[in-house]
């Protein structure tokens, strides 16, 4: 397919092969001149401020002809039901907007490099977002744009063969914590049936007993129910693995300790296994690297796959630190405190440096929520949680998109939440 453009930017290249090379399986080329454009006789795409000669034309706004970072003027509106913004009004256009430059917009996270505040661990807000102050943080916006993208050139050129989306589920698990009674050193044992003790809470205490006996499984240690819901529903995991130094918010396990350093082999052999980068390394990137390194002695294997804990992501200062160390897939695209789609899209998607007007080889799997979300920042009881997840699964089917949930693997334990997680596979699958 011919792309017919006013300029071609590496901002242009990157979103026409994202919506439709990646999406769609339509191998593209571009070219910025008008006759050339007219005189082809293949399947083509206008997209400047007028139409060139036939074929499908989609009217542009300037962002993507830009090479600097500026607060753009948005003003949404809704198109077909969903919203929509960068407005266009020429007789001729496709649609009434720029699907293009706005699925940029979102996609690069043009907004996170705009002045903006953090919360307490220096994350970007939820609230101050497009999406959410627009209605649409629980849409996978741009998915849909995708499909209809789709359709549009299918209707035009029937002849055109493209390759059909298809919805997909990972799950995926944080281990900040593998076990909470055994295998932790005396002093950290010792000092919790203290702690429990001064509360009265003599039930817990013996729950601690029998564990550390080994007459209770750990409750922690849920790795093996889990195993089983992935082998009896066949679906996909990545498991990530904190390895910092213990600290403020640090709280793992030490590399050396023998269970620990058996555990994430047998997590390996059925899954993707993935760094949890520390807290720490946030603001000390150099951390990142030995990390890393701890992590591939214990699966003897390079690792590419990573997410940040307690999801502490700066854009784009994170994703340069990775790609630095050579991890290509990254998951913390997502929020704390909301549900929803943080890039407005669920499909996995190349990171565009914006800085430095580059698309880099690091691919970013967007996640819908957090359990934490529900239970620790909205403070959502379980049932009352579902109506949310169920939603979010729904909307991510229709739009063929990536649905990948966050779960703490110290989570399962608790009686209330594990139901919900067996509805939420047997629903996402």
């Not at 082998?231 to 693995?241: A, D, H, L, N, V």
Request: one cysteine or more.
């Amino acid at each position: 397919m011919l792309i017919g453009v006013k300029r071609i930017t590496n901002r242009v290249r990157y979103i026409f092969n994202l919506l439709l090379q990646e999406n769609w399986g339509l191998s593209i080329r571009f070219t910025e001149d008008p006759e050339e454009f007219k005189a082809s006789e293949e399947p083509k795409i206008s997209y400047s401020f007028c139409p060139e000669g036939s074929g499908l034309h989609f009217a542009a706004h300037p962002l993507l002809f830009e090479d600097f970072i500026a607060p753009q003027e948005i003003d949404c509106f809704s198109d077909q039901n969903f919203p929509a913004f960068f407005k266009q009004t020429e007789d001729h256009t496709a649609l009434p907007f720029d699907v293009f430059a706005a699925a940029f917009y979102l996609v690069s996270r043009y907004e996170e490099y705009l002045p903006h505040t953090t919360d307490p661990h220096g994350r970007y807000l939820a609230l101050q977002s497009l999406a959410f102050q627009k209605g649409f943080l629980q849409i996978p916006l741009v998915d849909y744009w995708i499909e209809r993208i789709g359709k549009l050139i299918s209707d035009t050129y029937p002849a055109l063969k493209v390759r059909p989306r298809s919805y997909r589920f990972v799950a995926s698990i944080d281990i900040d914590h593998p076990f909470a009674f055994r295998h932790k050193p005396l002093i950290f044992t010792l000092g919790r049936f203290i702690k429990t003790g001064l509360k009265g809470n003599f039930q817990a205490i013996n729950n601690q007993l029998q564990a550390l006996c080994g007459k209770k499984q750990d409750p922690f240690d849920t790795f093996d129910v889990h195993l089983q819901l992935q082998e009896k529903y066949g679906f996909e995991t990545r498991y990530f693995i904190l390895t910092a130094n213990y600290g403020g918010f640090d709280k793992n396990r030490s590399v050396g300790n023998k269970y620990f350093k058996n555990l994430v082999p047998w997590l390996d052999q059925h899954a993707v296994v993935g760094i949890h980068p520390s807290y720490t390394s946030n603001s000390k990137p150099t951390l990142v690297a030995r990390e890393i390194e701890r992590l591939e002695k214990m699966v003897k294997r390079p690792i590419s796959h990573s997410r940040q804990h307690f999801l502490k992501l700066r854009i784009p200062e994170t994703y340069r630190t990775l790609i630095a160390q050579g991890i290509l897939h990254e998951y913390t695209m997502g929020y704390a405190e909301q549900p929803g789609f943080r890039a407005s899209i669920s499909t996995p998607f190349r990171f565009f440096d914006l800085e430095n007007n580059v698309e880099t080889p690091l691919t970013v799997h967007p996640f819908a929520f957090m359990e934490e979300t529900f239970s620790k920042y909205l403070k959502i009881p379980p049932e009352a949680s579902w109506d949310s997840i169920e939603s979010l699964i729904a909307v991510i089917k229709k739009a063929n998109g990536t649905f990948i949930p966050l779960w703490h693997n110290d989570t399962f334990h608790q009686e209330e939440w594990f139901p919900v997680y067996q509805k939420m596979i047997e629903a996402a699958v």
